[in-house]
């Protein structure tokens, strides 16, 4: 976690430094190790350009820097400022817009300077666990499968993991105009610029722009400025839910979160371990989705979505492995599924939300749990009724899974503007189209 400064800020405004040495990505400055401190930004200018950092370490005789964008222009000599640790200034002033990694608005002129006690800081810890309320109420969330057998509740963290090309930014584009909350801040961190303009243009809901904040780092950006635009979403959501709001914080991905920091931690000189992930991924990763969650009294909510890339539908490779431990659930979407035709192409038996069974009733967590059965089972048979070599008329338990794996399995795709109750009638009616064996 960065320090904060623990010496005058005049000091530090009027501290500058020297480039001793340039690699890609980053640069060491010497004749400020006394007084900078991690966390802390750099600014080197030059004719007709401006080079941003970010402090990676200090040794007593440099610093090293990490740079969020290229350094071509840097020599050997060139003078660099050190400014405070890095703050920016969130608002509804950010609402219906495309933020950078600067906290700058696209398409707009830079903000003049304001009052430095509205910015926050980009590295705060998260709120303190006695402190927090619990987990709130199901949330709407605009699918039948989510509202019933998935349930999605106010201050829950959960990870959408997925390959690609198998529906995730649709998914989240739907999810962010049918989950119920007063402000939405999505962070697309390393996308396509193409896909930024794609999802603000056409898969997020018109209707939903005005309240959302966009942050993004497309993928040519430089980890550093990956990672930044990361915190910098962080801060808006956090700004929004401690005016009181609910918060609903997309994130995708956090994949490419965990790959900019690996960058950023070699550069620094951490030593990588499992698939080159270095030991302090877990930490950076853990504390980045601790910062969501439920908030303190009076305060508001962060209900948050992570997706999580998975190369090969693999979900024991290292940064989803994490992940899942980390988060209240996660919702897996299937390949198989997708390319049959299915979407959102969640694979039910696969997901889970850490909220069930306290989020629903006795009776709605029977209608679960039956319909689950039901889905397992056809699972199991599915092989041998490909090979025709399934026979009715044996049992009447697989009978019934075979009877209602259509409606189930169209269930699971049907839109749902109606609220939860009635998805859970809708579920019930299916079950009882087939009826359990006596």
Known sequence: MPASLSSSSMRLARLWGTVTEVAPGMVKVAGVSELAGVGNEIVIEKPGITVLGEILSVSGDSVTALLYSPCDAIRIGDAVQIEQEARVEPGDHWLGKIVN???????????????????????VPPLPAHA??????????????TDTMLPICRGQRLGLFAGSGVGKSTFLGSLAGGLDAERVVIALIGERSREVNEFVRHILPADVLSKTVVVTATASESPGAKKRAAYCAMAAAEHFRDEGKSVLFLFDSLTRFAEAHRETALLAGETPALNAFPPSTVRVVAELAERTGPGTEGKGDITALYSVLVAGSDMEEPVADMIRGILDGHIILSREIADRGRYPAIDILRSVSRALPRAASDEENALIRDAKRMLSLYEELAPMIRANLYVPGKDPEPDRAVALFGALDRFAETGNRDGIDLAFETLRTILQSAPAPA
């Open 101 to 123: 990694y600067r906290g700058e608005v696209a398409g707009e002129p830079a903000r003049p300077p304001g009052n430095s006690a509205a910015k926050r800081r980009l590295y």
């Open 132 to 145: 927090r309320r619990g987990i709130g109420p199901r949330l709407t969330t605009g699918w039948m499968v």
